[in-house]
């Protein structure tokens, strides 16, 4: 609930598109198009994808996850991703 919000953290400038990590973690099962359809990528940094809660959002934004899919997005990203690196405003680097 500290944690702030993708646009204070990144100029939505900079950002490919905007998406949720609520829109992942409150699917059903998660699954590497998922992923790859709520990936936020940077436009000046190639390397560079994040997944976040959006401005306005909080955990209680959308129904609430269980312990088997946040494994199930922990192992999509090792599948798509040399490096994970889970910051507290839950940025991700690939």
Same mark, same amino acid.
């Given at each position: 609930? =500290?944690? +702030? +919000?993708?646009?204070? $953290?990144?100029?939505? =400038? ?15 099962? $998660?699954?590497?198009?998922? $992923? ?27 129904? +609430? ?30």
């Amino acid at each position: 609930m =500290s944690a +702030p +919000p993708l646009p204070y $953290v990144c100029p939505s =400038s900079d950002l490919e598109s905007e998406t949720s990590l609520g829109n992942i973690l409150g699917a059903a099962h $998660v699954d590497k198009n998922l $992923v790859k359809q709520n990936a936020i990528l940077h436009k000046k940094n190639k390397y560079l994808t994040m997944f976040a809660m959006l401005k306005g959002e909080n955990a209680f934004s959308y129904a +609430p996850y269980t312990e088997t899919q946040a494994r199930e997005l922990i192992h999509t990203l090792r599948q798509l991703a040399d490096y994970i690196i889970p910051i507290r405003f839950y940025l991700l680097s690939f």
